[in-house]
C-alpha cells in the first residue's frame, strides 16, 4: 500500500508560478511511475502529467511548455507550473501507479487546491 501527500497549491496570479509536491509513504517499490490529476468544478478529471521509473515523461498538450514533472528521488515527485493560466484552476491529485498498471493510478492523495486568478 501506498500514501500520498500533496502540498503546494494556493492562490496566484495568472502568469505566476507554482509548485507541488507529493510524498509517498509505504511499499514504494511496488510503484512504476507517479504523476499528477486535476479536476476542476464542472469538467472531466485530467491527466496532466507522469513520470515514470525510468524518467519517461508525459503531458496533457494543454501544459506542455509550461508544466514539468520531476522527482529527486523514488518517493517525492513534483509539479512545476509557470505561466499559469485562469484554466489551471483545479484540485490537483498526485498519484502513483502500481506496476504492472501501465499509466492507469492505483493510489490517489487527498488534493491541493490551485486557484489562478486575479
Known amino acids: 500500500q501506498v500514501q500520498l501527500a500533496e502540498s503546494g497549491g494556493g492562490l496566484v496570479q495568472p502568469g505566476g508560478s507554482l509548485r507541488l509536491s507529493c510524498v509517498a509513504s509505504?511499499?514504494?517499490?511496488?510503484?512504476?511511475?507517479m504523476g499528477w490529476y486535476r479536476q476542476a468544478p464542472g469538467k472531466q478529471r485530467e491527466l496532466v502529467a507522469t513520470i515514470l521509473n525510468g524518467g519517461s515523461t508525459t503531458f496533457t498538450d494543454s501544459v506542455k511548455g509550461r508544466f514539468s514533472i520531476s522527482r529527486d528521488n523514488a518517493k517525492t515527485v513534483y509539479l512545476q507550473m509557470n505561466s499559469l493560466k485562469p484554466e489551471d484552476t483545479a484540485v490537483y491529485y498526485c498519484?502513483?501507479?502500481?506496476?504492472?498498471?501501465?499509466?492507469?493510478?492505483?493510489?490517489w492523495g487527498q488534493g491541493t487546491q490551485v486557484t489562478v486568478s486575479s
Open positions: 498519484i502513483a501507479i502500481k506496476i504492472g498498471r501501465g499509466v492507469l493510478p492505483t493510489y
Open positions: 509505504g511499499s514504494i517499490f511496488t510503484i512504476s511511475g
